[in-house]
């Protein structure tokens, strides 16, 4: 609990990809039982105790595509506040690997033009980004 008597709420750190090839974007879509199941994402997931950001993004590719990274270039920080939990996305750029990526454990998948982001549905802690890979101005949220 805070100084306020309010609850805090749990911190997670999440290291995201924003895979590029020939001017489309690399989109997988969250499974209908996870958190926010259904929508879109950009690939990564949940630092573990002891993993650097980019190692962590490095076995969550790996996991989740069946692909290895070359150079992660950062891009972004922001934070956002789900009602159950309060996340940290570090998103980097990723326009090398290795491997034809794949989706792994019934997730879907979709390469998607930079101009044609805004016509999915994403989580709303991606969206500033997707602002911002469209050349929008977005201010980025945070908790208060």
């Known amino acids: ?6 609850q805090e709420l749990p911190f997670v750190v999440v290291v995201v990809a924003i895979l590029q090839l020939e001017g489309k974007i690399l989109l997988t879509r969250r499974k209908l039982d996870a958190h926010q199941g259904g929508l879109w994402e950009f690939p990564g997931g949940k630092q573990e105790v002891g993993e650097t950001l980019k190692q962590c993004l490095r076995r969550e590719l790996r996991e989740e595509l069946d692909i ?4 992660l270039q950062p891009f972004d920080v922001l934070r956002h506040c789900y009602p159950d939990k309060e996340v940290e996305l570090h998103f ?3 326009s090398q690997y290795h491997g034809d990526p794949k989706p792994l454990g019934g997730i879907d998948m979709v390469w998607v033009p930079k101009g044609e982001l805004s016509s999915y ?3 709303e802690a991606d969206r500033p980004i997707v602002e911002k890979l469209i050349g929008r101005s977005s201010g980025k949220e945070s908790c208060s």
């Open 92 to 94: 980097f750029t990723c």
């Open 68 to 71: 290895t990274v070359g150079v």
């Open 1 to 6: 609990m805070n100084n306020q008597g309010l």
């Open 121 to 123: 549905e994403f989580l």
